[in-house]
């Protein structure tokens, strides 16, 4: 059984977030969900993601998707959705755009001449919050502004000062896990947009294992409603990350958001165990 490491929102290897994926090209069903988190595990990324075809009469989707981190199964995720597509693109088993059925409700992906894959996924919806005790402590920085991004997503989004200062991030993260379901997205507009990118952001997750994800699709779909309202335009680029990055192209189409990045296989190797 292939599984393939696929590095995305990047365009060279070694860049943006890598995620596991493995296909089950002949099966009309996943394995059992501890054989699946078992290999999230021994992957060790921030998600591992699974797919297999589904009968042409079973709704609109043309794949069954699903993700787990190292330690849970979750309802959204971007980046291994990008390098699940890029895998169906590259290897020949699909073309043009691929519809997904996953947890959150159908995803669909279209992959473009240039390589570039993108993702239609639901807008997440901001409400302001006041923000929670303990918050600037858990960040070890001062707050501008707090979000609660909705239950699909699960994260605080946090504005801070600038850039400099998101960049500079050394957080609790024991006391960030405590703050929400998932965890904290943190952001501040580009010091210098000529470089190529709008907005920063970071992202961790404790609670789903994942000490810092590199670079997060969903935490975009708050990004994108965020810094649109912020900045005035629907179209816009954020680049994520601190030791790893990657940029993502949003485009805010009301109840749903575009994300738009590379991806590049970087191992495609073998499993030897079996489901």
């Known amino acids: 059984m292939r599984i393939r490491i696929v590095d995305a929102f990047a365009s060279r290897p070694f860049d943006g977030n890598p995620a596991g994926v493995v296909l089950f090209p002949g099966a009309d069903r996943f394995p059992d969900d ?3 988190q078992q290999v999230a595990a021994e992957v060790n990324l921030s998600e591992t993601a699974y797919a297999h075809p589904l009968p042409d009469d079973q ?10 981190t190292p330690t849970t199964e979750v309802d959204m995720c971007g980046h291994a959705t990008l390098a699940t597509a890029h895998v169906l693109h590259t290897t020949g088993a699909a073309t043009g755009t691929v519809r997904f059925a996953a947890r959150c409700g159908t995803l669909v ?3 473009h001449e240039d390589g570039t894959i993108t993702l239609d996924f639901p807008t997440a919806p ?6 929670p005790s303990g918050l600037e402590a858990a960040l070890g920085v001062p707050v501008r502004s707090v979000r609660d991004t909705g239950p699909q997503v699960g994260d605080l989004l946090v504005e801070v000062a600038d850039e400099r200062t998101v ?6 993260l024991e006391a960030v896990a405590a703050l929400s379901r998932r965890g904290v997205i943190v952001t501040a507009a580009a010091d210098d947009p000529a470089l190529g990118y709008d ?21 975009h779909t708050a990004l994108a409603p965020f810094w649109s309202e912020r900045l ?3 179209r816009l680029t ?4 601190a030791a790893r990055s990657g940029l993502v192209r949003t485009e805010l189409r009301g109840e749903r958001t575009l994300l738009t990045g590379g991806a590049v296989t970087v191992i495609d190797g073998e499993l030897l165990t079996a489901p």
């Open 109 to 111: 992906t279209t992959a």
């Open 126 to 131: 901001l409400t302001g919050t006041e923000a």
């Open 59 to 68: 709704g609109s989707a043309a794949w069954a998707l699903r993700w787990f």
């Open 238 to 241: 954020g680049l994520q990350g």
């Open 167 to 172: 960049r500079a991030l050394t957080p609790d």
């Open 232 to 234: 005035g335009r629907t």
């Open 34 to 36: 501890d054989w699946l």
């Open 199 to 219: 907005f920063v952001s970071r992202c961790f997750f404790p609670n789903y294992g994942i000490d810092e994800d590199p670079v997060t699709g969903s935490a």
